[in-house]
């Protein structure tokens, strides 16, 4: 069985509409990508899947849409201004722009710039002559810090005054509104916020495909604890997030813990989610302990009290946050890697299948007729009674094998043939996809049959 390289899958999404290049037609801008009708619809079951699993079947979870545009204190509260930053270099010799922390990384996989300081990389840089990747000379500039928000200004003056920032991250769009929702929901500690939307971030580094955008998806998830319950709140989230990916389809053996050494201004203990990409470990879900920072500086910014009163010990304290947050065009690339194969068939033949679960899906059944002029009226009558159920397809040119190679080939789970049986007692053809085994059904169980494969509850 032969898997696909990050080349051939990029291919793949733009041969079938899951993935374009975006701006296209003007050459393309680096690092943005646009969705195509399948990719949309397979992100979209990506995100209803982290709601049913994050939101639906939890207690005291609640989703929220927060604006991308917030007040730039927001920001300043949050430390983003000041410590939201990469630490860049220029090459002297070919002028291109390079951060240091992953020159040193990989120059020296066991070096380890993440707890460097800013002089300790440039040190390293300089007593190990790492080369420019592009022109192979080591004469760079020194270190500067960039800030990777992107800014843009409000009203008609440009000035840095009305500066406003499209915001790096959603969780700051939950912290502003606890107290919100700690008054409507009329809930206790520990409560979760949850939030599916999109960041930006000003980055310079290579993407690898959609593994690292300038702007992305972000499903993040922020529980509200006494202090005490965090550690264990964490672990569990640790957790929590292995059964989530296990839930979506990717193997347990590609995927592993990288616990941080070097903690983001606002962390106590910080440990990623890696997949193993076909260029490596790449992180797809972050957990982090913030404390009580978040909330502290949004009460010292704002002058409003973020104190909690807890009823039970009539103690007033501010909540400290355990936040689980997902990426999701990152998840999205893995479950392709994961599901994506070319298999041998007998007879030397070879199919291309996307071995997704039915769950993520974009298209959940394909309707063929066997004969085009004798089996279509009846077939359009199944499609359209499907179609208010599922995501259905219609597919009435070639043979039948290359109908269901393309079903496959986009991984849709089922095939339905319709045949003289169904004109004659009502029951078709049902393919699965991935044992290609067929069986008969009855065209009024139809719907029932496939449903209980597409129900969230079905994998648990
Ligand atoms: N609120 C915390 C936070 O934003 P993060 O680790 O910086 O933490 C969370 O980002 C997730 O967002 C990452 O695990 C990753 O999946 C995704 N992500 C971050 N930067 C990204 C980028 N440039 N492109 C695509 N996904 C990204």
């Given at each position: 069985m032969k898997k696909f390289s990050m080349e051939e899958l990029a291919a793949y999404c733009n041969q079938y509409g899951f993935i374009f290049q975006g701006s296209e037609i003007y050459g393309g801008l680096a690092n943005t990508w646009d969705y195509g009708p399948l990719g949309t619809r397979m992100k979209n079951n990506l995100k209803d899947a982290w709601r049913y699993y994050f939101i639906q079947k939890r207690d005291y979870s609640y989703e929220i849409d927060s604006d991308i545009l917030m007040n730039p204190t927001v920001w300043e509260a949050s430390g983003h201004l000041s410590s939201f930053t990469d630490p860049l270099l220029d090459c002297?010799?070919?002028k291109t722009r390079h951060r240091a922390d992953n020159l040193i990384n990989a120059f020296?996989?066991?070096?380890?710039?993440?707890?460097?300081t800013q002089a300790e990389m440039l040190g390293y840089i300089i007593d190990n002559k790492i080369p420019c990747p592009?022109?192979?000379?080591?004469n760079f500039t020194d270190i500067r810090q960039f800030n990777l928000m992107f800014a843009t200004q409000r009203g008609v003056t440009q000035s840095n005054t009305n500066n406003i920032y499209l915001r790096p991250e959603n969780a700051q769009g939950e912290y502003v509104n606890y107290l919100n929702v700690l008054r409507t929901m009329r809930t206790k500690l520990p409560f979760s916020i949850g939030q599916i939307g999109k960041a930006f971030r000003n980055e310079i580094t290579p993407g690898n495909f959609t593994f690292r955008t300038i702007e992305f998806e972000q499903m993040e998830f922020q529980t509200f604890c006494k202090e005490g319950n965090d550690e264990e709140l964490y672990d569990y989230f640790k957790e929590y997030g292995i059964e989530f990916f296990e839930f979506l389809g990717?193997?347990?053996?590609?995927l592993r813990y990288h616990d941080h050494d070097k903690l983001a201004h606002y962390a106590k203990a910080a440990c990623d989610i890696e997949y193993l990409f076909p260029f490596g470990w790449g992180e797809i879900n972050g957990t982090h302990n913030r404390t009580n920072f978040d909330l502290t500086r949004h009460q010292e910014y704002s002058g409003k009290s973020m104190e909690y009163f807890d009823e039970q010990t009539q103690e007033k304290y501010i909540p400290y946050i355990v936040e689980s947050t997902y990426g999701v065009d990152r998840i999205f690339l893995a479950v392709l890697f994961e599901a994506l194969v070319e298999e041998e068939l007998d007879k030397g033949e070879t199919r291309q299948v996307l071995k997704v679960s039915p769950l993520l899906a974009p298209i959940k059944v394909n309707v063929l007729p066997l004969i085009k002029k004798r089996h279509s009226e009846k077939a359009i009558e199944i499609y359209n009674m499907l179609k208010k159920h599922f995501m259905v397809s219609f597919d009435d040119s070639g043979n039948i094998g290359k109908r269901y190679r393309r079903g496959d080939v986009i991984g849709t789970p089922y095939a339905i043939t319709v045949d003289n049986n169904t004109l004659d007692n009502g029951t078709v053809t049902l393919r699965d996809r991935d044992s290609m085994k067929q069986i008969t059904v009855f065209t009024h169980e139809l719907v029932e049959y496939i449903g209980k494969t597409l129900n969230f509850s079905s994998i648990l």
């Open positions: 002297k010799e070919c020296d996989t066991s070096a380890n710039a993440d707890a460097m592009r022109c192979g000379k080591s990717l193997n347990k053996e590609k």
